[in-house]
């Protein structure tokens, strides 16, 4: 599939993970992710980075830090 548009949202998680992974060399946890949008929910954030994995903007690994940006 195609990279189709994220949502403001999306867009802004995306922006915040590629800044972890860059500054610390590695991807995020779920739980990492949810303290950089800012929820505690990491159902909410599965939800998020699948939303985000169909669109093609990123893809996840089996393990814990397994977040690929495309």
């Known amino acids: 599939m195609g990279n189709l548009p ?3 949202k999306q867009s802004k998680a995306l922006d915040k993970i590629k800044k972890f992974i ?5 991807s995020p946890t779920n739980r990492e992710v949810a303290e950089l949008i800012g929820t505690k929910s990491t159902g909410s954030v599965n939800d998020l980075l699948g939303r ?5 903007y990123l893809k996840r690994g089996k393990n814990w830090r397994g977040l690929k940006i495309k």
Do not use: P, R, V
């Open 6 to 8: 994220l949502t403001a």
């Open 22 to 26: 860059k500054k610390n060399g590695y």
């Open 52 to 56: 985000m994995e169909n669109k093609g």
